[in-house]
């Protein structure tokens, strides 16, 4: 019994995203300090067991419920032992939080995924090319509460599992190194102040760091 | 006599300005609207201020976040500094919170948020008429002899106050602490839905900042401002009073439960206006 994650982000732009990012560099005045930011659903379903990973991530892709393929790219992981239980008991989301690649539909990452390196397929997803001395940082931000709910029923290998949605935020900036670019992703990341901090209210919201902070691959080396 | 000059903030996607400007001029105030790309000077010349409500920013990110960054609220903190009053109505008090304003224990800094509704037997958005009443402590430059429970209606999706400030959850508990808690018809604290619509910690539909001066209000007074407003079958004496009013065909020009709230700012009159 595994539990199955998915990512889900627009194809186009996302306003909410792009509505952040100027707020940060313009309102807040960091300029291009910020690069980019983006914005990803996640979801965690637990313990799926009434038919494959594979059948259940099948399912999702057909079911417009998260995904509409007109306007949404996605991937699924069979998430780490345990994952939901951590999740709702209102822990950290754990880390590593995927175990292993189901499916994608993101063309530029079928090799990544054809050669099951995860971390390819992570790093090429939460982060587009930038340029050189640019970092990538991801959040996972969920809700504090118990936030879980149950999937309706029909259209889905099975009826009343539980599930979490959490989102998933990458910062990309320029730093130092990618211990400066992780602190201070994080101080954007959290509002503390009228002038710091955006995307996670620490009231009601909790936040865990995938993993460290990335170097970005420049648009000449992805091409190379 | 010249009339208090109040300043209606409008950030976009805030849609009650129209109806908060008439209010105001119901109330006596002379209101000014003031957009986000103004120059911050001009609410020098206003003597007080209203955040109304609406969605702004589309409530991208978070209800009132994006708008809570902008310079016109850093300038309007300064004004606070100087003593004005600030209602911030809905999405008006979102920002109030999410800039710092409310509560206020040190300058800027976010303790309180507005998390989604959530109460025994209802969750998400909702619209109603409610009642609320005043902590009898509460210092609040806007509950200024307001003393009975009064209705007014709501209409919020991320309405409870919450924090994890756990210095705070104690003073609510007090229920005279609170500046605005939602409760029955009787004036008793609201425990569950209907009465409490949003799961708000301490019943609060609104708070205020700690001088007292600043009020984040969910429920929307300029929607109960005059009688005729007031639905005729809503438990209490203030649907008698409308019915009557109806009757007697004078209805058209009476005062609602909301308009003492804004009648607040007319004491500014005293105050040198700029």
């Known amino acids: 019994m595994s539990d199955l994650s998915f990512l889900v982000r627009g194809r186009s732009v996302d306003l909410v995203a792009m509505t952040a990012r100027r707020a940060l560099q313009t309102t807040l005045g960091l300029g291009d ?9 996640l979801v965690c379903i637990a313990g799926v067991e009434d038919a494959s990973a594979a059948e259940w991530s099948a399912a999702i892709a057909s079911h417009q419920h998260w995904f509409n393929p007109n306007k949404h790219r996605f991937a699924s992981f069979v998430s780490a032992d345990g994952a939901f239980a951590a999740i709702k008991g209102n822990g950290d989301w754990p880390s590593p939080w995927l175990r292993e690649i189901v499916d994608t539909d993101r063309p530029d990452l079928v090799a990544a995924r054809e050669s099951g390196k995860l971390e390819d397929l992570l790093a090429g997803w939460m982060a587009p090319p930038s340029e050189a001395g640019a970092f990538a940082v991801s959040f996972i931000a969920y809700d504090l509460e118990d936030g879980v709910s149950r999937l309706p029923v029909g259209h889905w290998p099975g009826s009343g599992y539980e599930f979490l949605q959490a989102v998933l ?56 | 006599m010249s009339r208090v000059k109040i300043g209606v903030l409008q950030f976009p996607g805030l849609n009650c300005e129209d109806e908060t400007l008439r209010v105001l001029d119901f109330a006596g105030c002379e209101g000014k609207l003031i957009r986000w790309n103004e120059a911050a000077t001009e609410l020098a010349k206003c ?11 589309q409530d991208r990110v978070r209800a009132g976040v994006i708008a809570s960054k902008s310079p016109l609220m850093e300038a309007l903190a300064r004004e606070v500094e100087s003593g004005k009053p600030v209602l911030g109505i809905c999405n008006g008090a979102q920002i109030l919170v999410e800039s710092g304003l409310v509560p206020g224990k040190e300058p800027g800094r976010v303790d309180v948020a507005m998390a989604r509704n959530k109460t025994v037997g209802r969750e998400g958005y909702i619209s109603a008429w409610v009642h609320v009443r005043a902590g009898s402590r509460a210092n609040c430059f806007f509950t200024h002899e307001l003393e009975e429970p009064f209705p007014i209606v709501i209409g919020h999706a991320e309405g409870r106050f919450h924090t994890r400030d756990e210095r705070l959850l104690a003073h609510l508990d007090e229920r005279e602490n609170r500046t605005l808690y939602y409760c029955t018809p009787d004036g008793d604290e609201a425990t569950e839905y209907p009465f409490l619509p949003n799961g708000s910690a301490g019943a609060l539909a609104g708070m205020h900042g700690l001088d007292g001066q600043v009020l984040a209000f969910m429920p929307h007074p300029e929607r109960a401002a005059w009688l005729w407003q007031v639905p005729e079958d809503i438990e209490g004496a203030w649907s008698v009073q409308r019915r009557a009013a109806a009757m007697a ?14 009648q607040q700012f007319s004491r500014l009159s005293k105050v040198e206006s700029v």
């Not at chain 1, 955006?198 to 865990?208: Q, R």
């Open chain 1, 33 to 41: 300090e910020v690069l980019d930011l983006m914005r990803d659903q």
């Open chain 1, 169 to 224: 935020w990458t910062i990309v900036l320029r730093a130092e190194d990618a211990a400066a670019a992780r602190a201070r992703a994080e101080e954007l990341l959290v509002t503390r102040t009228r002038t710091s901090g955006m995307l996670v209210h620490p009231h009601m919201e909790g936040y865990t760091a995938v993993g460290a902070a990335r170097p970005c691959k420049t648009t000449t080396e992805v091409q190379a």
């Open chain 2, 47 to 57: 003597a007080g201020f209203v955040i109304p409500g609406g969605f702004s920013y």
């Open chain 2, 249 to 262: 065909g004078d209805i058209a020009t009476r005062p609602g439960p909301g308009l003492a709230m804004i």
